[in-house]
Each structure stands twice: as C-alpha cells, then as structure tokens.
C-alpha cells in the first residue's frame, strides 16, 4: 500500500470523508482494471459515508449500495484489505 492509499484511510479513520474522497480520487484516475473498480467502491463508501453524516440518508443508502456492488468483488482481501470488516 502506497502513501496516497494510505492517506486516504487515514482521512477516513478521522472521518473526514470529503478529504478521503480528494485523496483516493487523484490515484484512481491514473488506474485500470480491477485496482479501478475497487477504488471507485472506496469513493463510493466516502460519499455514502459523507452524506451520512449530514443526515443525507437516501443519498448515502444510494452511494453505500454502489460501494457494495464494486467492493463485493474483491472479497475476503484485496490491496492488503480486509474487506469483509
């Protein structure tokens, strides 16, 4: 895992979804393939996760259910992930 991934969990982890989003957002244009859809799952988790917070509840259940269709692939590890946490 590299410093911008790693950034990006940290932001999260202190719940500033937005930043998350900027973070993981400038190394997912640069990707391809599967590390691009499991990037677009994590984006997706800091929206839901950001409208969640401002009691935005259709827009976070819309945003956690694209997370889940992109991130379910990559289940039980990916990246050093645990994705089934």
């Known amino acids: 895992m590299e410093g911008l991934f790693i950034r990006g969990i940290e932001e999260f982890?202190?719940?500033?979804?937005f930043e998350a989003h900027?973070?993981?957002e400038?190394?997912?244009r640069e990707m391809s393939g599967a590390n691009k859809i499991f990037y677009q799952g994590l984006i997706?988790?800091?929206v839901g996760f950001y409208h969640l917070s401002n009691k935005n509840y259709r827009g976070a259940g819309s945003q956690l259910g694209k997370a889940v269709?992109?991130?379910?692939?990559?289940?039980?590890f990916f990246l050093g992930v645990n994705t089934l946490a």
């Open 13 to 17: 982890n202190r719940r500033q979804f």
């Open 44 to 46: 997706h988790t800091t």
């Open 22 to 24: 900027d973070t993981w």
């Open 69 to 76: 269709s992109k991130l379910e692939q990559f289940l039980p």
């Open 26 to 28: 400038e190394e997912w």
